[in-house]
């Protein structure tokens, strides 16, 4: 059965950084395609950050330069490294294949960018 479990979201500050990350069971993390997607109220889920399985990384153009998406393939854990967050950052951050496969979401860690 496979499980992605989501953690390292809260509450931040504008300008502020977070980690995220994506540890993996019953799947391997190095031979997918991985991506981090978010949600915010009111608007449809969105992709990122995706890293390929040779550990090419392609970002939305809301997050480019300021979001890093990684992967410890030791861990089985694909990471999200988020700075100078700002309040538009303000989702519940998934992680998936890309493309997602349906059955995989999981709950997801909610991140805050607020003063």
């Known amino acids: 059965q496979v499980q992605y479990v989501e953690s390292g979201g809260g509450l931040v500050q504008p300008g502020g950084s977070l980690r995220l990350s994506c540890a993996a069971s019953?799947?391997?993390?190095?031979?997918?395609?991985m991506g981090w997607y978010r949600q915010a109220p009111g608007k449809q889920r969105e992709l990122v950050a995706s890293i390929t399985t040779r550990d090419s990384t392609s970002y939305a153009d809301s997050v480019q330069g300021r979001f890093t998406i990684s992967r410890d393939n030791a861990r089985n854990t694909v990471y999200l490294r988020m700075n100078s967050l700002k309040p538009e950052d303000t989702a519940v951050y998934y992680c998936n294949r890309d493309p997602p496969v349906p059955y995989y979401w999981g709950q997801g860690t909610q991140v805050t960018v607020s003063s």
């Open positions: 019953g799947s391997t993390v190095r031979l997918y395609v």
